[in-house]
């Protein structure tokens, strides 16, 4: 029960984190109806709800890592986000924008694109292919080395981004 009250307590400061640095794209410096772009330019640690989210938006400019879930208190979920929450610094340095999608209900477009089954982790590449699937939590760490060995990120390193 302890451990249950822990991970409620975790799962609560992430969604009022991202829900804080969703509410920092709306800032007076940002201009009204800034784009999902604009804002996770300006901010790279926001956690965007996948319905707010058009992958073709991303082409060519950020790696989307989308984490699906049945619901925000699956504990695959609460899992992913603390371990987001521990180091999402190395994913600036590869463009990866993170977007959830935890209400399989509301049918999102990016949810009826991907069609997960319960808890998934995918990475999209800056191209838009479909790089890999996880059926379970996968650390920063984890995440940054499968991006690195894709082709478009191996082409950023030899050109010094």
């Known amino acids: 029960m302890r451990g249950m009250r822990r991970g409620l307590l975790i799962l609560g400061l992430t969604l009022v984190a991202a829900g804080a640095a969703i509410a920092q794209g709306d800032s007076a410096s940002e201009p009204a109806g800034a784009s999902v772009v604009e804002r996770w330019q300006a901010d790279h ?3 965007f709800e996948a319905a707010e989210v058009t992958l073709s938006d991303l082409l060519y400019v950020a790696r989307p890592v989308i984490v699906f879930a049945d619901s925000p208190n699956q504990p695959q979920f609460r899992q992913q986000m603390r371990l987001f929450e521990a180091d999402m610094s190395a994913f600036d340095l590869r ?3 993170v977007m959830v999608d935890t209400d399989p209900a509301a049918r999102s477009a990016i949810r009826q694109e991907l069609r997960p089954r319960g808890f998934n ?3 999209i590449d800056k191209d ?4 890999l699937r996880k059926p379970e939590p996968w650390d920063v760490r984890e995440i940054s080395r499968a991006i690195d060995k894709m082709p478009l990120r191996q082409q ?3 050109d010094g981004r």
Do not use: A, K, P
């Open 45 to 47: 640690r926001i956690i």
């Open 95 to 97: 463009d990866v924008i």
């Open 121 to 123: 982790l995918i990475l």
């Open 128 to 131: 838009g292919r479909v790089n």
């Open 156 to 158: 950023e390193i030899r």
